[in-house]
């Protein structure tokens, strides 16, 4: 990810970009964004399940996976949130060099 991060940083950074390298980036971006969004919607199913089964069974080990869901789901929100702004920095960029 800080490969990307770095990448897009450096492309709008650029005041005389490359259209096609910055379209493959944002490209690129999106599709992580997917990646991200994908581990998103597994990290809730799971802190479902897992919140359903501690009806009426022992909470330790349950507990702490949970716990470790929902810092790994904060996580994930931070990254697509910083990702999407700074994709959306990159789409700017390019649209003022058009």
């Known amino acids: 990810m800080n490969q990307?991060?770095?990448q897009i940083s450096a492309?709008?950074?650029?005041p005389e970009g490359?259209?096609?390298e910055i379209e493959r980036t944002l490209t690129d971006g999106y599709a992580h964004v997917l990646e991200l969004e994908a581990?998103?919607?597994r990290l809730e199913k799971r802190m479902r399940e897992v919140a359903e089964s501690l009806d009426g069974s022992?909470?330790?080990d349950l507990t702490q996976e949970?716990?470790?869901l929902v810092r790994r789901l904060d996580g994930n929100a931070g990254e697509l949130s910083e990702l999407r702004g700074r994709l959306g920095d990159?789409?700017?960029h390019a649209d003022a060099l058009r």
């Open 11 to 14: 492309l709008i950074n650029t």
């Open 39 to 41: 581990e998103k919607w």
């Open 66 to 68: 949970l716990t470790s």
């Open 4 to 6: 990307l991060h770095e």
């Open 90 to 92: 990159l789409r700017r």
């Open 58 to 60: 022992e909470p330790g």
């Open 18 to 20: 490359d259209l096609d």
